[in-house]
């Protein structure tokens, strides 16, 4: 498979016309700058996967509209990021967002207690979301669960309640410490809950977590393939799209395919590909020919299917490295020399921004300038055995400052390394957080 990012720019000039040109199209920008609730986020699998418990899109709309439409909403002390997290196959990483809304099942009538004064409270049977907080990678923090439970129809009240507490009470004085978590370790979660409760006109509800079971876990690497929809005869499709990078030509081929032997629909994933909805039957074999064409496939290996990278230097300012383009190249040499029986995610990162998310990776590179004989190179930071999810953890940092020359070769030896000391089917997140940090450099460097 060959794997050549595209790098494109927008022209000042054509500006005006992009983003009115957007506007018709149903998109918008507004609010996408400086320090605003970005990517609100519902399940890629929403009302076609058959292992979801609820269609998460309408809360993700909602939520959407709402900040549209409420100035206050737009100038918060930080960046914010909410995910729905429907239960489907293909999963919205909802514990590395500030809000995550999990949604669960109550199987049988049971008894909850109210967050202000603990009064028992019944809770029906049905499908609500647990309430999980202050996700922020980058900083080495998964979202946790706070034990409140919201039914679906409240969700969006409880997401601008707590975005209300964090616009009036997170620090505006020190950027690197605006975000939520830094809000909830000053105050603790009870106080921030109780806060939140003041915001809203129904009451919050703890429920204890075996009261309310999630769904089986996600498919690693189930954003790529073929995959039966709960609609009979229909299908998705996930399309390969390394690193995310598409061509304009891509674009409209992709979208050809979609109008012609689809329902038109396009969706996106947090793993930087894109799925093709409503394929029959009938239509599936036909679809899958047209991928190679176009230079795109529906399969990808276990090194290649996890690969994501955040913008780099190509198109950011804070990069230290090209990471698409390093991303795809090491992906290339590893993919060449390598076989592995399970999936792995690697994530590359520009800066500690952490865009990418190079902490839940199983490979995770942080960009960083590296000194080789006076000359500053593009190099990285090293982190194994991150994850999300029930399998959820930050990586551990194992080797700091090594430049890009010198990645491949050893990425390639470390799965090498893996692969001859494992225990039987170990996955590689599990080999690297049963030995210690200096354990891994070792075996790692002879
Ligand atoms: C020019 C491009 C970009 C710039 C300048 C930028 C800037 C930033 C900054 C400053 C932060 C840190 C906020 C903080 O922790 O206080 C951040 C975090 C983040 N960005 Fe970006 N970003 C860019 C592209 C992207 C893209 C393309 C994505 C995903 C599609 C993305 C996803 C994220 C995520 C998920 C975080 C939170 C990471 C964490 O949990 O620690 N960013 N970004
Ligand atoms: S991680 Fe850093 S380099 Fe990468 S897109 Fe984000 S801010 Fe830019």
Redesign the pocket.
């Known amino acids: 498979m060959s794997l050549h990012p595209v790098r494109g720019e927008i022209a000042p000039r054509n500006l005006v016309n992009v983003l009115t040109r957007l506007r018709s199209l149903g998109l918008t920008a507004r609010g996408s700058g400086v320090d605003n609730v970005r990517?609100i986020t519902a399940s890629p699998t929403a009302g076609f996967d058959p292992q979801e418990l609820i269609d998460t899109r309408p809360f993700a709309h909602a939520l959407h509209h709402y900040i549209l439409n409420h100035r206050d909403l737009y100038g918060l002390p930080?960046?914010f990021?909410v995910a729905f997290e429907g239960g489907g196959s293909v999963d919205t990483v909802a514990d590395?967002n500030d809000i995550g809304f999990m949604a669960v099942r109550v199987t049988e009538p049971a008894a909850g207690a109210a967050l202000k004064d603990g009064v028992a409270t019944a809770i029906e049977p049905g499908v609500y979301f647990r309430v999980e907080l202050a996700?922020?990678?980058?900083?080495k923090q998964l979202a946790a669960d706070t034990g409140v439970i919201v039914k679906p129809s409240e969700a969006v009240a409880v997401a601008v309640a707590i975005l209300r507490v964090f616009i009036e009470n997170g620090d505006r004085t020190d950027?690197k410490k605006?975000?939520l978590k830094y809000l909830i370790d000053k105050w603790g979660v009870s106080k921030f809950l109780a806060e939140t409760q003041k915001k809203l006109a129904f009451p919050l509800v703890k429920l204890g977590m075996d009261k309310a079971q999630r769904r089986p876990p996600p498919l690693k690497h189930g954003h790529i393939g073929v995959y039966r929809q709960q609609q009979k005869g229909k299908n998705y499709i996930g399309v390969v799209i390394p690193v995310g990078v598409m061509t304009t030509r891509q674009m409209r081929r992709l979208a050809d395919i979609a109008t012609n032997y689809a329902s038109g629909q396009l969706r996106l994933t947090p793993w930087q590909n894109l799925l093709i909805p409503d394929v029959p039957d009938a239509f599936v074999e036909t679809v899958k020919r047209q991928f190679p064409r176009m230079g795109l496939h529906h399969e990808a290996t276990n090194i290649l299917g996890g690969l994501v990278a955040?913008?780099g230097n190509t198109?950011?300012?804070?990069a230290a490295t090209d990471t698409k383009g390093q991303a795809v190249a090491l992906g290339e040499h590893l993919n060449q020399r390598l076989q592995l029986d399970q999936p792995i995610n690697i994530h590359l990162t520009g800066c500690p921004?952490?865009?990418a998310?190079h902490y839940i990776g199983d490979i995770g590179l942080q960009g960083v300038k590296v000194n080789v004989a006076g000359a500053s190179v593009e190099g990285y930071n090293i982190v194994f055995g991150g994850s999300y999810g029930a399998d959820a953890a930050i990586g551990k940092d194992v080797f700091k400052g090594i430049s890009f020359a010198e990645v491949p070769v050893l990425l390639e030896h470390v799965l090498q390394v893996y692969l001859e000391r494992r225990q039987p089917n170990e996955s590689f997140a599990a080999f690297t957080r049963r030995h210690e940090m200096k354990e891994l450099q070792e075996l790692f460097s002879s």
Do not use: E, P, V, Y
Not at 135 to 139: D, E, L, Q, S, Y
Not at 315 to 318: A, D, L, Q, S
């Open positions: 990517n930080r960046k990021n590395t996700g922020i990678t980058g900083h950027r605006a975000r955040c913008t198109g950011c300012k804070f921004h952490s865009c998310q």
